[in-house]
Nanobody, 125 residues
Framework: QVQLVESGGGLVQAGGSLRLSCAAS??????????MGWFRQAPGKEREFVAA????????YTADSVKGRFAISRDIAKNTVYLQMNSLKPEDTAAYYC????????????????WGQGTQVTVSA
């Protein structure tokens, strides 16, 4: 089993920035957590893919809705993935969930094995 713990959410004004962190613990062998990423879900809205990053082979993917504003990165030694969010908009308000899986496609599609509890991001106008 793998545990994912998100942090860094909060309240920010439109145009501001936040950096989310997700620390993985437990069974964190690369074959189980090779790909990590972020989803978000606002009340009354569908769950939405945000970004993903793969250790081996290296790769990243960011959703069009946040491309150019959000950037995903990782610290392999700390088993931690980050989501740097800039130029935040009220539309970015959501609970953000860290996800992980051994298979890239599972993370992209939202069918991944491991989910964190979420961290709330609220962007005020």
């Amino acid at each position: 089993q793998v545990q994912l713990v998100e942090s860094g959410g909060g309240l920010v004004q439109a145009g501001g920035s936040l950096r989310l962190s997700c620390a993985a613990s437990g069974r964190t062998f690369s074959r189980y957590t090779d790909t990590m990423g972020w989803f978000r879900q606002a009340p009354g809205k569908e769950r939405e893919f945000v970004a993903a990053i793969r250790w081996s082979p290296a790769g990243t993917y960011t959703a069009d809705s946040v491309k150019g504003r959000f950037a995903i990165s990782r610290d392999i030694a700390k088993n931690t993935v980050y989501l740097q969010m800039n130029s935040l908009k009220p539309e970015d308000t959501a609970a953000y969930y860290c996800v992980a899986d051994r298979v890239w496609a599972h993370v992209i599609s939202g069918t991944c094995d491991y989910w964190g509890q979420g961290t709330q991001v609220t962007v005020s106008a």
